[in-house]
């Protein structure tokens, strides 16, 4: 069959990558647009994004450089990956195997998952910059869906090819999947959901009729519930999918200490200024627990494994020998 004979492209997939890279581009240019007041004057958004921000206030939101500086990080990382992917298609192995054919970490799956999140954040730029709150929050949950089904797909289509790329020494392209798309995507992703959070609390506040600070502090208990459960998640239930996830964990921490620096009344501290602070501590603990996790794993559990493994060959050997 033509799609088994990895020599050869497969066109359907590298128009998802051309595809990719067309909307993402849009997407950007679509962001620019909205981040600068003087682009309501041409009707395209009514008003920035920053500017709602402000119309809608909410306790906790992260300072305005906060969103700046994670945005633009998530915009070149992501970027970078996209570049990866499509500098791929040229790419041949000794055999003549194209090598997006033969490592297909980037799965067709993980492109149409990306393009859906692209798409959607551009509705939700329209939709919040036009003070939809509510469909706003339906759309940016959309926005945080696909990116993770796109993770999950690459997570395990990359744990399937990894001993393939050492086998044929492939290092930095392990190096460069794991930063790039790896953390890219994760990052992106836990952006949204703190992102997704902070929509959710102005949609309860001003649609909903709840108090602002009620509503701010029921999304710090969810931020903080996500955090515990992916740490969880991250160290003990998927670790060989997620040992190399860094970036989620700078992300949370950056974005609660913008809300710190912005919102925190020292002489009068409010409940969720007081929440907002353990709930730092608690991620930034989390997030040592993580290196700590990192390197035990990389040093006494690999010893151990590499020990019993060891023994079961030596076993083996004996058993040879005696038979």
Not at 176 to 187: F, K, M
Not at 262 to 278: C, E, F, H, V, W
């Amino acid at each position: 069959m033509y799609f088994a004979d990895k020599t050869k492209h497969n066109w359907f997939v590298v128009s998802l990558i051309l595809s990719n890279i067309l909307i993402y581009v849009t997407m950007l240019g679509f962001n620019i647009l909205s981040s600068f007041p003087i682009n309501s004057t041409t009707r395209i958004f009514p008003t920035d994004v920053g500017g709602i921000s402000n119309d809608y206030f909410i306790e906790v939101t992260p300072a305005s450089w906060v969103f700046s500086t994670v945005w633009t990080i998530i915009f070149i990382w992501n970027g970078l990956w996209l570049v990866y992917a499509f500098v791929n298609i040229f790419r041949r192995l000794k055999d003549n195997t194209l090598f997006y054919r033969k490592f297909d970490f980037l799965n067709f799956g993980v492109f149409i998952a990306f393009i859906v999140n692209n798409l959607s954040i551009i509705a939700w730029l329209f939709l919040w910059s036009n003070k939809f709150a509510g469909w706003a929050l339906f759309v940016i949950v959309l926005c945080v869906i696909p990116l993770n089904v796109a993770l999950f797909i690459f997570y395990r289509k990359f744990d399937e090819c990894k001993d393939e790329l050492r086998e044929r020494r492939l290092i930095v392209d392990i190096v460069i999947i794991r930063i790039l798309p790896q953390n890219g995507l994760a990052t992106f992703a836990t952006w949204l959901t703190l992102a997704t959070n902070l929509n959710f609390a102005t949609f309860l506040a001003y649609e909903a009729g709840a108090e602002q600070d009620v509503a701010s502090t029921l999304i710090l208990f969810i931020i903080l519930t996500i955090a515990v459960v992916y740490f969880v998640i991250e160290n003990f239930v998927w670790q060989r999918y997620l040992l190399y996830n860094f970036s989620p964990w700078f992300v949370i921490n950056f974005a609660l200490l913008g809300s710190v620096i912005k919102n925190y009344n020292a002489s009068n501290p409010s409940r969720n200024n007081i929440i907002t602070i353990i709930l730092l501590i608690i991620t930034f603990f989390l997030a040592i627990g993580k290196i700590v996790m990192f390197i035990l794993y990389k040093t006494a559990c690999k010893k151990y494994a590499n020990r019993k493994t060891f023994h079961r060959h030596q076993s083996v050997d004996i058993s040879k020998e005696e038979s």
